[in-house]
């Protein structure tokens, strides 16, 4: 498995919760990477994005401020540092590969397996 997310589960809201995105690819540090998420009944949205290097990054609106996208590129990981988690945050969480170096929130071609995140009010 190219891409594989772990560290969902669920908690209650105000709490925190940590998803890695391990990556078994050669070329990971060459592509910014994003986390998406799909709630029960909608589509699957945007979330963060982190450019190759991890310099720059891009948020949601509705994330800004209380999650945190980061990379180890010596680790082949991709984070996601979420807090003041609320029960809309509630979701399956996917982590993907863009085809670009820059923190897109569009083209992206490489998908994680997800992990689902409870968030209990």
């Known amino acids: 498995v190219p891409l594989q997310a772990y560290g969902g589960g669920l908690v209650q809201a105000g709490g925190c919760l940590r998803l890695s995105c391990a990556a078994s690819l050669r070329t990971f540090s060459s592509y910014a990477m994003g986390w998406f998420r799909q709630a029960p009944g909608k589509e699957r949205e945007f979330v963060a994005a982190?450019?190759?290097?991890?310099?720059?990054?891009d948020y949601a609106d509705s994330v800004k401020g209380r999650f945190t996208i980061s990379r180890d590129n010596s680790k082949n990981t991709v984070y996601l540092q979420m807090n003041s988690l609320k029960p809309e945050d509630t979701a399956v969480y996917y982590c993907?590969?863009?085809?670009?170096?820059?923190?897109?929130?569009?083209?992206?071609?490489?998908w994680g397996q997800g992990t689902l995140v409870t968030v209990s009010s």
């Open positions: 982190i450019s190759y290097g991890g310099g720059t990054t």
């Open positions: 993907a590969r863009s085809r670009s170096r820059l923190a897109r929130r569009i083209n992206y071609d490489l």
